[in-house]
């Protein structure tokens, strides 16, 4: 899976991550990635980001690339 390999999530992808709070349920949130704060090249549960509007989760999936905006 693309979302659990660091390689494959950098700073500008949009994504949908699932918050700490949120893993129960697993509702999604939608943002952008300001950094990568998983230091492991993959990670099974997903890379866990930071979001430009501060907020920190793991990624669930990529959905749109930079080079598309």
């Known amino acids: 899976m693309p979302h659990r390999e660091r390689k494959n999530i950098r700073a500008g992808l ?3 991550i699932v918050l700490k709070q949120d893993q129960r349920t697993g509702k999604q949130t939608v943002g952008t ?7 492991s090249s993959n990670h099974p549960h997903g890379i866990k980001v930071r979001l ?8 669930q999936k ?4 930079e ?3």
């Open 14 to 16: 949009r994504v949908a």
């Open 33 to 39: 990635v300001k950094d990568l704060l998983t230091n």
């Open 52 to 59: 430009t509007d501060g907020q920190v989760g793991r990624v």
């Open 62 to 65: 990529i959905l749109a690339d």
């Open 67 to 69: 080079k598309e905006n």
